[in-house]
């Protein structure tokens, strides 16, 4: 059974730095499509990055040039480093993964393990 088990999060002022982890347990398959999704009460979860097979990654507009997603191979954990924080970039935060080799540029896969979520607040 896969699982995913974030951590990280907290609350951090504006212009500060979090990373988060996605720990995967019991994922067996070479391939891989893993993202990070946030998501705010009252609004559609908003892709933020992924990363495919062979390190294909993708950002949404919103924070390409701040987050950067990268994942330790060895240890099955998948990682989200947030600089330059902003308020807008307070969210609940979801790691997600699918048995692909691929992922599409628009976060508009289905995919299949969740994890629980971890809270990132930024004050201004």
């Known amino acids: 059974q896969v699982r995913l088990a974030e951590s990280g999060g907290g609350s951090v002022q504006a212009g500060g730095s979090l990373t988060l982890s996605c720990e995967t347990a019991g994922y067996r398959y070479n391939a891989y499509c893993m993202a990070w999704f946030r998501q705010v009460p009252g609004k559609e979860r908003e892709g933020v990055a992924s990363?495919?097979?062979?390190?294909?990654?993708h950002y949404s507009d919103s924070v390409k040039g701040r987050f950067t997603i990268s994942r330790d191979n060895a240890k099955n954990i998948l990682y989200l480093q947030m600089n330059n924080l902003i308020p807008q970039d307070s969210a609940m935060y979801y790691c997600?993964?699918?048995?692909?080799?691929?992922?599409?540029?628009?976060?508009?896969?289905?995919?299949?393990?969740w994890g629980q979520g971890t809270q990132v607040t930024v004050s201004s």
């Open positions: 997600a993964a699918k048995v692909a080799a691929t992922c599409s540029e628009n976060f508009q896969d289905t995919f299949t393990y």
């Open positions: 990363m495919a097979t062979y390190a294909i990654t």
